[in-house]
C-alpha cells in the first residue's frame, strides 16, 4: 500500500467521520440508518481504494482486502459484522440497535487504525563495491560553465512560461478530455441499452475523475432498473462522497428509497435536493409524491403545486412501490 492509496483512502473515510460522530441508537431509527449506510459506504470506498477495485463490494471486497494484507484477520471479522449491518439495513423494516451501533464505530476504527501507518521510502543507500570512507570524503566536483554568451534573465523567465504553458494545455487535453469522453461513451451507451459496455465507461470515468458524482449515479440508476438495490445505494453513497451537495445524486438517493418504499428517509433526501437546486421540478414533485405517502397532505400540495404536471402528479397516499417502476417514470439524468 502506498502513500497515494493511504491518503486517498483516508480522504473517503474522513468524508463519514460526521456521520459516525452521530452514531446513536437514541436517535430516530430512519436517521440512525441513513448515518449507518454512509458510514458502511465509506469503508467500501477506502478498501476500493486499497485493492484497487472499483466494482467489488461486500464480502468480496473485504477478502481481496485481506488477501493482499492492507487489512489483519481481526479488522476483517470487524468489517465483516458491519458489512452484515448494512445488509439488515436493506430491510425498510429493520431497526438498528447498540450492537449494530457498536459493530460500525468498531470497524471505523480499525479501519481508521489500519491507515495511520505512514509509508517512508527507505533511505538510499551507495553501492556495496564503494567504501563509505570514498563516499563521505569525496571531493566535490566543480561544474564549470561553458564560455560564450548567456542569455538574458527575461528571455529565461519567458521560454520557462512558454514552455508551462504547453504542459498544462497538454495535460488538459490528455487527461480532462479523456474523463468527458468516457462519461460521454457511458451516455451513449447507457441510451442504446449497451449496458456492459455502459458499465465499464461510467466505472472508467469514475477513476479519472474522482470528485465527479455523475459516473456513480448513472450506474445507482442502472442498478435501480433491475432492482439491485444494494449496488444503488453503494454507487449512490460513493456518488455524495465525491459532492455531497451534487442535487441530481441527492434526487437519486431520494428516488432509490422512495422505490423502496422508504419514505421517511426519502424525504430527507428529496429536501436536500431541492435546497440544492430550487429549480429542480422534477425533486420538487417527488419530494410532494413523498409527503403525500406520509400523509402530510398539506405540504405535499404545496410541492406538487410548485413542480406543476408531472409523473409525480398521479401519487397518492394509496399507492406503495413493489418494484422497480412503482415509484413512477422517474426523471432522466440530465
Given at each position: 500500500?502506498?502513500?497515494?492509496?493511504?491518503?486517498?483512502?483516508?480522504?473517503?473515510?474522513?468524508?463519514?467521520?460526521?456521520?459516525?460522530?452521530?452514531?446513536?441508537?437514541?436517535?430516530?431509527?430512519?436517521?440512525?440508518?441513513a448515518d449507518l449506510i454512509e458510514t458502511w459506504g465509506a469503508v467500501e470506498a477506502a478498501l476500493r481504494t486499497l485493492v484497487g477495485s472499483t466494482v467489488l463490494t461486500g464480502q468480496p471486497l473485504i477478502r481481496e482486502a485481506r488477501q493482499r494484507q492492507v487489512i489483519n484477520f481481526d479488522q476483517a471479522n470487524s468489517l465483516?459484522?458491519?458489512?452484515?449491518?448494512?445488509?439488515?439495513?436493506?430491510?425498510?423494516?429493520?431497526?438498528?440497535?447498540?450492537?449494530?451501533?457498536?459493530?460500525?464505530?468498531?470497524?471505523?476504527?480499525?479501519?481508521?487504525?489500519?491507515?495511520?501507518?505512514?509509508?517512508?521510502?527507505?533511505?538510499?543507500?551507495?553501492?556495496?563495491?564503494?567504501?563509505?570512507?570514498?563516499?563521505?570524503?569525496?571531493?566535490?566536483?566543480?561544474?564549470?560553465?561553458?564560455?560564450?554568451?548567456?542569455?538574458?534573465?527575461?528571455?529565461?523567465?519567458?521560454?520557462?512560461?512558454?514552455?508551462?504553458?504547453?504542459?498544462?494545455?497538454?495535460?488538459?487535453?490528455?487527461?480532462?478530455?479523456?474523463?468527458?469522453?468516457?462519461?460521454?461513451?457511458?451516455?451513449?451507451?447507457?441510451?442504446?441499452?449497451?449496458?456492459?459496455?455502459?458499465?465499464?465507461?461510467?466505472?472508467?470515468?469514475?477513476?479519472?475523475?474522482?470528485?465527479?458524482?455523475?459516473?456513480?449515479?448513472?450506474?445507482?440508476?442502472?442498478?435501480?432498473?433491475?432492482?439491485?438495490?444494494?449496488?444503488?445505494?453503494?454507487?449512490?453513497?460513493?456518488?455524495?462522497?465525491?459532492?455531497?451537495?451534487?442535487?441530481?445524486?441527492?434526487?437519486?438517493?431520494?428516488?432509490?428509497?422512495?422505490?423502496?418504499?422508504?419514505?421517511?428517509?426519502?424525504?430527507?433526501?428529496?429536501?436536500?435536493?431541492?435546497?440544492?437546486?430550487?429549480?429542480?421540478?422534477?425533486?420538487?414533485?417527488?419530494?410532494?409524491?413523498?409527503?403525500?405517502?406520509?400523509g402530510r397532505t398539506t405540504e405535499a400540495t404545496n410541492f406538487l403545486n410548485r413542480a406543476g404536471p408531472g409523473a409525480w402528479t398521479n401519487c397518492t397516499p394509496a399507492q406503495t412501490p413493489s418494484n422497480?417502476?412503482?415509484?413512477?417514470?422517474?426523471?432522466?439524468?440530465?
Open positions: 500500500m502506498n502513500t497515494y492509496e493511504q491518503r486517498t483512502a483516508r480522504a473517503a473515510l474522513d468524508a463519514a467521520r460526521p456521520a459516525v460522530a452521530r452514531l446513536d441508537s437514541s436517535r430516530g431509527p430512519e436517521d440512525l440508518a465483516a459484522e458491519f458489512q452484515a449491518v448494512h445488509d439488515r439495513l436493506q430491510d425498510t423494516s429493520y431497526r438498528a440497535d447498540d450492537t449494530d451501533v457498536n459493530s460500525a464505530r468498531n470497524a471505523f476504527l480499525k479501519l481508521d487504525t489500519a491507515l495511520m501507518g505512514d509509508v517512508v521510502s527507505a533511505p538510499r543507500q551507495p553501492p556495496r563495491d564503494i567504501q563509505p570512507s570514498v563516499v563521505e570524503t569525496a571531493a566535490p566536483v566543480e561544474v564549470v560553465a561553458p564560455a560564450g554568451r548567456t542569455l538574458p534573465s527575461w528571455a529565461i523567465l519567458g521560454g520557462a512560461a512558454v514552455v508551462l504553458i504547453l504542459l498544462i494545455g497538454g495535460g488538459f487535453l490528455l487527461f480532462g478530455r479523456r474523463g468527458s469522453d468516457s462519461m460521454q461513451q457511458g451516455i451513449d451507451a447507457y441510451r442504446r441499452g449497451q449496458r456492459e459496455v455502459a458499465v465499464s465507461a461510467f466505472g472508467r470515468a469514475a477513476r479519472e475523475n474522482p470528485k465527479s458524482a455523475l459516473p456513480h449515479v448513472y450506474l445507482a440508476r442502472m442498478a435501480r432498473e433491475v432492482g439491485n438495490f444494494t449496488v444503488a445505494n453503494q454507487e449512490l453513497g460513493l456518488a455524495l462522497q465525491a459532492d455531497p451537495n451534487n442535487a441530481i445524486a441527492l434526487r437519486e438517493m431520494g428516488a432509490n428509497l422512495l422505490t423502496q418504499g422508504n419514505f421517511e428517509l426519502a424525504r430527507r433526501f428529496y429536501v436536500r435536493a431541492v435546497q440544492a437546486d430550487p429549480t429542480d421540478k422534477n425533486a420538487q414533485g417527488y419530494l410532494g409524491c413523498t409527503l403525500m405517502r406520509l422497480g417502476q412503482a415509484a413512477g417514470n422517474l426523471p432522466p439524468i440530465p
